[in-house]
């Protein structure tokens, strides 16, 4: 994995040593130059960037530049946390797309069988087709979520590039993907086609408007997820610079953070990607918001809280609820106050699950449900086991 990565720039250590002591970067383990690779033994997150964008459709040719925004998050202070963090520099371009593919896989890969996070500061989205294969490894069931105003699935008969890496992930073997949701798209960047699909693959989707009016709604998203993918894009112009991101609708700096947090602290999530990210040496402002992204979702990971053994009544409240012919088991946590709803194992189809297993809901979900409403999310998480 070592050979993969080249040092941080002695720009950014010549920046970081120009920070207070008790800053965030002089509590890290960095990969330079003079100290060689760090040492992984006690470290929960690993922070790492990828630099490719040759499968992006509208590419200039000019890889991303990290530099900027590791200098913003450097400098922020961090939280009461008790989590080491590294970072091990960047994977440079391959000779070929593939070969960056097959690093990045092979890092994750590693980090993960090491219970290490990745974070991954990336070019071009098509990245997390690699970062996904990575969970090949593990022989199991994986949840993509995906922050973008896109859905990105493309055809899936054409080259692989980063608006179409969606759907090479549905239909390329191994077929390790149970759900894939998207948080926050837009109806005018997504043909009705790609809209369509992703209701008749029974996806999630969330629209811009809805997660915006209530940023509450994604909580239990994510807290199913093993990754979380966030395109750049997906934060309206005016947080980063106009030059920089092309759509003057998206989140805004709170709503984005906070969506790091909820994926930080969810349980399941062990990588965090943020892609399409390109040189900000010019844009200060973007460059620090996406520190303050990274530092939302490292906060959030140093809050974990285990939520307990489901089967222990002490820890966990169950509460049936009869909807006509159809009886949904809830679970609350006593700890975390969290809930989920039971997806049914049927012996007699060929299931994607082997076995009954829990759905994170939200607590208007049961509401919902004791007023003879179906969860959207459990009825589309029970007809893709069916199917």
Known sequence: MIDFFRPLSQDVIAHLESLPESVLGNSMRLHTEEEGFPDLDEVKMVVFGVKEIRKKV?????????????????????????HTLADIGDINPGNSVEDTYFALSSVVTTLLKKKLIPIILGGSQDLVYANYRAYDYFDRMVNLVNIDSKFDIGNAEETLHNNSYVGKIVVEKPFNLFNY???????????????ALVEKLYFDSYRLGEVVNDITLVEPIIRDADLVSLDIGAIKGSELSYNKTRSPNGFDGREICAIARYSGISNRVSSF???????????????LLIAQILWYFIEGVNYRIDDGDMSVTDEFVTYKVLIEEEVLFFKKSLKTERWWI????????????KSWTLLPCSHQDYID??????????YKARRKNEI
């Open 58 to 82: 509208d590419h200039n040719g000019v890889p991303p530049n990290f530099d900027a925004i590791r200098k913003a998050f450097y400098g922020l202070y961090p939280g009461n946390w008790e």
């Open 181 to 195: 949701s998207n948080i926050g798209y837009q109806s005018y960047f997504n043909h009705p086609d790609e809209i």
């Open 369 to 378: 449900a004791c007023n003879q409403e179906i969860p959207e999310r459990w």
């Open 342 to 353: 039971e997806i049914p194992f049927i012996r007699s189809l060929n299931n994607k699950l």
């Open 273 to 287: 990607g943020i892609y399409e990210l390109e040189d900000y040496t010019e844009t200060e402002n973007a460059a």
